[in-house]
């Protein structure tokens, strides 16, 4: 299972500050939602959207996707409610970035593949986050500035993972700028006209 924590598409990406307004943030927030949980589909998993906000979880029904109350008031809290519903479902689990322009089921698979393998599968964003972290059982997460190094002195068998899908969050203009100039990032070109 998959666990994609989604905060608002509304509120979401407020730091692309004015080179995105507020209708092409909306948009934009879908688009990416939508594209990294179909690649999850195309990988042969199942998706989870855990979100706190009444859009999402209309949007997430209406595209087939399953979706999960956010019980808490953040990402931690929204990846630990996936976790949770994933172990009562006796499955490992992979908490993904639901901001990841460049992803592939390509790089879900080869997360999927180690977690298989017995591994615990860690992917760093560029700044030093957490894309995506993976288990089989409960974790303490701890997303936010520098992430990457607290979530993997918690796992039991890391296995750090890279690749541009994984590497590229939209945090900032000059992300959305270098994914918009990558080749796997012409789609967005679309999403922001």
Known sequence: ?????????????TRLGGAVGEDRRVRLGRALTFRVASAVETAGLLPLVVTADAEVATWATAEGFPSLP?????LDDAAAAGVEWAEMSHSSW???????PLLESRDIGTL????????????????????????????????????FHRHLTRLASPKVVTSPGLLLDLD???DLAAAVAHPRGRWLREVLA
Do not use: C, N, Q
Not at 94 to 100: E, G, K, Q, R, Y
């Open 1 to 13: 299972m998959v666990v994609i924590p989604v905060r608002s598409f509304r509120l979401g990406k």
């Open 70 to 74: 956010d019980p808490g008031s953040g």
């Open 94 to 100: 992979i908490v993904l970035h639901a901001d990841l």
């Open 112 to 147: 999927a593949a180690l977690l298989a393998e017995g591994f615990d599968p860690i992917a760093p964003s560029s700044d030093g986050g957490t894309s995506a972290v993976g288990g089989r059982e409960g974790f303490a997460f701890s997303f936010g500035e520098g992430s």
């Open 172 to 174: 900032s203009p000059a």
